[in-house]
């Protein structure tokens, strides 16, 4: 149980598009989801906490009007890139958690390179 | 000062040899402790999840809690070459986790 999958896997994109990316529950309903950005060989930074139906909270340091996220359902969050640009690459993980349950259940991840 | 410190490694170690990982953490509110294994290019996988002071055991994974001395540490017995991989301990006391820097463990055949 408590899995978490993540679409695409992987993607390249111009500067200057925006990019999608699907963080679903397949076996739960996600009270909270999480996005997160991992840059090689460090730890795990979080961008954002959503949860469904409510606009997401951002972390400090993070664009809100750059990194859109979109919680549309108890299994679903995206997390769309406008405007990407090269600093923009980056591994992006999402996480759930539900219910009163304090651990996360990660995705497998989206690499995303910008061109 | 970081919340939750973690020594990165690298750590390598003989097939069936015990791996000890540890961190140490800042807030004294954390209660909810938790060990994830991330592989190459993948999401984090959890491992162990602890509530307060203890010990927790899964197979050949241990997992302690000294919240006296806000110290949190993950053993694993009779490692194989499939535990190679980074680990991460990650500390909340609500929904936000808070993660150590993660170690990169090699465990030779």
């Known amino acids: 149980g408590a899995v978490v999958s993540q679409h695409p896997s992987w993607v390249i994109c111009k500067s200057g598009t925006s990019v999608k990316i699907e963080c679903r529950s397949l076996?739960?309903?996600?009270?909270?989801m999480f996005w997160y950005r991992q840059f090689p060989k460090q730890s795990l930074m979080l961008m954002a906490t959503?949860?469904?139906?409510?606009?997401?909270?951002?972390e400090q340091g993070v664009e809100k009007d750059k990194f859109l996220i979109n919680h549309a359902s108890l299994t679903l969050s995206t997390l769309t890139v406008t405007s990407a640009h090269p600093e923009d690459s980056s591994f992006y993980i999402c996480?759930?958690?539900?219910?009163?349950?304090?651990?996360?259940?990660f995705g497998p991840g989206t690499r995303l390179t910008v061109t | 000062q970081k919340e939750v410190e973690q020594d990165p490694g690298p750590l390598s170690v003989p097939e069936g040899a015990i791996v000890s990982l540890n961190c140490t953490y800042s807030n004294s509110a954390f209660q909810y402790f938790m060990w994830y294994r991330q592989y190459s290019r993948k999401g984090p996988e959890l491992l162990m999840y602890?509530?307060?002071?203890g010990n927790k055991e899964d197979g050949r994974f241990t997992a302690q809690v000294d919240k006296s001395s806000k110290y949190i540490s993950l053993f694993i017995r009779d490692s194989q070459p499939s535990d190679s991989a980074t680990y991460l301990c990650?500390?909340?006391?609500?929904?936000?986790?808070?993660f150590g820097a993660g170690t990169t463990v090699t465990v030779r055949a």
């Open positions: 990650a500390t909340s006391n609500d929904y936000k986790l808070s």
């Open positions: 076996d739960f309903q996600a009270t909270t």
């Open positions: 959503s949860n469904e139906g409510s606009k997401a909270t951002y």
């Open positions: 996480s759930a958690r539900w219910g009163r349950y304090y651990e996360q259940y």
């Open positions: 602890t509530y307060s002071s």
